[in-house]
T-cell receptor, first 114, second 112 residues
Framework: DAGITQSPRYKITETGRQVTLMCHQT?????MFWYRQDLGHGLRLIYY???????DKGEVPDGYVVSRSKTENFPLTLESATRSQTSVYFC?????????????FGDGTRLSIL | SQKIEQNSEALNIQEGKTATLTCNYT??????LQWYRQDPGRGPVFLLL?????KEKRKERLKVTFDTTLKQSLFHITASQPADSATYLC???????????FGQGTELSVKP
């Protein structure tokens, strides 16, 4: 089925470990986004990508790394996880950036860092 | 920096009534304002979009208004149903950068 999928849905890891969250979309959308959602902060943009091999920082990029070698994939890596990165992470895609196109979200990855 | 405020307290209403949710923002007006619905354990789902030069937009039982003077958007659900219970997020899109800025969301509970 077409859509946007995130994996894993749940992840528990320890501080200092590297962890990668996966995001895959089947629409061939140009733009992809990573958000984190925390109580009291709402959705905050971590990184986004306008196309393959083009990425840019959002509001809270520190501690995260992204890549986009293929249009359909946009993995997010925490190089050395910290407890403050415990959160729910959402990936989204849209066809255009500066237009009225909505963003389509995956169902999130709930990440706990012990 | 731009700030968006949505009612942090949950809104509880009776089935059949109209639910009205508020989204206020500071500083300059966005090019577009979007509303999303989020159910527990799921990602947000797009509902409606309104442009800065539009006053009102409707879709079935949903209505969105946009007042750039008050710097406010109102989101209405008429004839509300228990299935409308969810958290509703407003999001602002500016031409510069094209990134969405989300409010924290308002939880709506519709009782039968």
């Amino acid at each position: 089925d077409a859509g946007i999928t995130q994996s894993p849905r749940y992840k528990i890891t320890e501080t200092g470990r590297q962890v990668t969250l996966m995001c895959h979309q089947t629409w061939s959308h140009s733009y992809m986004f990573w958000y984190r959602q925390d109580l009291g902060h709402g959705l905050r943009l971590i990184y986004y990508s306008a196309a393959a091999d083009i990425t840019d920082k959002g509001e809270v990029p520190d501690g995260y790394v992204v890549s986009r070698s293929k249009t359909e994939n946009f993995p997010l890596t925490l190089e050395s996880a910290t407890r403050s990165q415990t959160s729910v992470y959402f990936c989204a895609s849209s066809g255009e950036r500066d237009s009225n196109q909505p963003q389509h979200f995956g169902d999130g990855t709930r990440l706990s860092i012990l | 920096s731009q700030k968006i405020e949505q009612n942090s307290e949950a809104l509880n209403i009776q089935e059949g009534k109209t639910a009205t949710l508020t989204c206020n923002y500071t500083n300059y007006s966005p090019a577009y304002l979007q509303w999303y619905r989020q159910d527990p354990g799921r990602g947000p789902v797009f509902l409606l979009l309104i442009r800065e030069n539009e006053k009102e937009k409707r879709k079935e039982r949903l209505k969105v208004t946009f007042d750039t003077t008050l710097k406010q958007s109102l989101f209405h659900i008429t004839a509300s149903q228990p299935a409308d219970s969810a958290t509703y997020l407003c999001a602002l899109l500016y031409n510069q950068g094209g990134k969405l800025i989300f409010g924290q969301g308002t939880e709506l509970s519709v009782k039968p």
